[in-house]
């Protein structure tokens, strides 16, 4: 079984609406986070959490918004989809090694199509 | 402010090496990282170079690094039709998060 899965692997919306990606891990990582990936763009860090009762803003922030339900569960929700968020989303996790590598692990990803 | 730039393409035959380049700004980075992305999967880490390091070699890769130029690469010897992907590298700045490169896409010709 894949170690962080996500869900829906695809999904087409329309302007306005809201959506909500969702991402689950059994690694037992305390961190985790949400990239887009946008062509010739790399990823670009949304938000990102080191616990549970730890939010952080990325890079691209604006017009997304994030809940740490549990250590394994991690949602993105988009209020009010826009076009421009259409993009492949991926959900990753993290646990500090002892050295100090930052070295993630991601799930397959979300596209999203909004309309 | 925090940059890492990548060619977004590189085409080879099969059994030629491969050499993927990578370029970033942050000379605080500790940790160097090459990620794998194949057709509708997430990424994989591929390797991985400790900022006090100038080569690292696992198999057929082999990670270069020149700390005074900021300029990282990824040489796949004897690449093959299933290295056909795009490469990421990635930086790590501080223990918090990673900065991305744009991709480079590998096309392996038979």
């Known amino acids: 079984d894949a170690d962080v899965t996500q869900t829906p692997r695809n999904r087409i919306t329309k302007t306005g609406k809201r959506i909500m990606l969702e991402c689950s891990q059994t690694?037992?990582?305390?961190?985790m986070y949400w990239y887009r990936q946008d062509p010739g763009l790399g990823l670009r860090l949304i938000y990102y959490s080191f616990d549970v009762k730890d939010i952080n803003k990325g890079e691209i922030s604006d017009g997304y918004s994030v809940s740490r339900q549990a250590q394994a569960k991690f949602s993105l929700s988009l209020e009010s989809a826009i076009p421009n968020q259409t993009a492949l989303y991926f959900c990753a996790t993290s646990e500090p090694g002892t050295s100090g590598s930052n070295e993630q692990f991601f799930g397959p990803g979300t596209r999203l199509t909004v309309l | 402010g925090e940059d890492v730039e990548q060619s977004l393409f590189l085409s080879v035959r099969e059994g030629d090496s491969s050499v993927i380049n990578c370029t970033y700004t942050?000379?605080?980075?500790?940790?160097l990282y090459w990620y794998k992305q194949e057709p509708g999967a997430g990424l994989q880490l591929l390797t991985y170079?400790?900022?006090?390091?100038d080569m690292k070699q696992d198999q057929r890769l082999t990670v270069l690094l020149n700390k005074k130029d900021k300029h990282l690469s990824l040489r796949i010897a004897d690449t093959q039709t299933g290295d056909s992907a795009i490469y990421f590298c990635a930086e790590s700045i501080g223990p918090n998060k990673l900065i991305f490169g744009t991709g480079t896409l590998l096309a392996v010709q038979p």
């Open positions: 690694k037992g990582h305390d961190r």
């Open positions: 170079i400790f900022s006090n390091m």
């Open positions: 942050d000379s605080s980075s500790t940790y």
